[in-house]
């Protein structure tokens, strides 16, 4: 039984844990406004149109590159 201590070290922090979750789970806000749930991508209005499409010429690029970067 020497490892009663970590036991109830283990079962209090658990219990903590778990009371401090549902607590904020239960305080907390749960309002959200169309800018918390819209989708974030990097100022761009998400539901635009994309824009063009990378040319093939950039991906053989990016294929050379990594090519002769990995100087097999």
Not at 9 to 34: C, E, F, H, R
Not at 51 to 61: T, Y
């Amino acid at each position: 039984m020497e490892f009663k201590g970590i036991l109830i070290l283990l079962i209090v922090s658990g219990t903590l844990s778990i009371i401090i979750l549902g607590a904020s789970y239960l305080l907390g806000n749960k309002q959200p406004d169309m800018e918390k749930v819209s989708v974030y991508e990097c100022g761009f209005d998400p539901f635009d149109n994309p824009g063009n499409p990378f040319s093939v010429r950039f991906f053989l690029i990016g294929i050379l590159f990594l090519i002769f970067d990995l100087e097999i």
